[in-house]
């Protein structure tokens, strides 16, 4: 139960700290739907992933982890599409020089801000 309950505070941070820096990636301010995109996020790391890391594992030996990156690509493109609680679009960063994201790459980068940032408070605390 403790591990569940700090998935979703990880969740949650992960998914506010992601829209706050990656501005192609827009969750609406309304509570309820920032619980549920949360809900999902959580339900989706605490059982999902484990299961696909047994499944996946000659393919991420292979490919040195490529396929995980690529399966949370798809799960973030299937909770944009589906759920349409987040909503992910193009963007143009504007730090070192001037960089264009399509969605598509835009749902790449979120996967991979999401995933890193959960796995880091999973690691510190």
Do not use: E, H, Q
Not at 47 to 59: R, T
Not at 96 to 124: P, Q
Request: proline residues 2%; charged residues 10%; aromatic residues 18%.
């Amino acid at each position: 139960m403790k591990k569940l309950f700090r998935m979703i505070i990880f969740s949650a941070i992960a998914l506010f700290l992601t829209s706050l820096w990656n501005k192609g990636f827009i969750i609406k301010p309304d509570f309820s739907i920032y619980l549920k995109a949360t809900l999902l996020i959580a339900f989706i790391y605490y059982l999902i992933v484990p299961l696909s890391k047994v499944i996946l594992l000659p393919l991420n030996l292979l490919t040195l982890g490529f396929v995980s990156v690529v399966f949370y690509c798809f799960l973030f493109y299937f909770l944009a599409n589906y759920f349409s609680l987040i909503i992910i679009k193009g963007w143009t960063f504007s730090g070192v020089g001037s960089i264009k994201l399509n969605s598509m790459t835009n749902i790449f980068v979120s996967a991979i801000s999401v995933s890193t940032i959960i796995n880091l408070l999973g690691k510190i605390l």
